[in-house]
């Protein structure tokens, strides 16, 4: 399977970039009910009637973070049968310290995969959210 996965460096610790991933998804991302402070956190990212509700299966401050995602209510206009179609999957947070305050993050989607009605739609959105959202968030956040 073809998971849609992304990997980038970025001009902040591996400390910064975990906390940001963890707890500040407001400043990149989608409004976050609560951070992820510890293995089995269960919170919700949402954009108003769109939200994605994740437990944390896998949590290693500042090294490694797996979220599954556990209920959705997905709204894309135009696409029809994608309200649950994340449920079940896993989002990957892979961090290396590069030195210099310097991060390489390896991010996966797993199971976010080309047979998915909306795969062209979120993996656009993913690199966009990281690439430039989460990166921008991150270099210009003192």
């Known amino acids: 399977m073809n998971h849609y996965t992304t990997s980038l460096e970025i001009n902040r610790s591996a400390a910064d970039v975990f906390k940001a991933i963890s707890s500040q998804l407001d400043g990149w991302w989608g409004h ?5 402070t510890e293995l089995g956190t269960v919170f919700k990212v949402s954009w108003g009637e769109p939200w994605y509700q994740f437990k944390a299966v896998k949590y290693l401050p500042n090294e490694e973070m797996i979220w599954e995602c556990i209920d959705a ?3 894309i206009n135009g696409l029809e049968g994608v309200q649950k179609e994340w449920v079940g999957t896993n989002v990957h ?3 290396k310290s590069l030195g210099d305050a310097r991060t390489q ?4 989607h797993e199971g976010l995969v080309p047979t ?5 739609v979120c993996s656009r959105a993913w690199t966009d959210f990281l690439q430039q959202h989460l990166v921008s968030y991150l270099e210009g956040h003192p």
């Open 32 to 36: 976050q009910d609560h951070p992820v």
């Open 73 to 75: 209510n997905q709204i």
């Open 93 to 95: 947070w892979r961090l």
């Open 105 to 108: 993050l390896n991010f996966k």
């Open 116 to 120: 998915f009605i909306c795969f062209n």
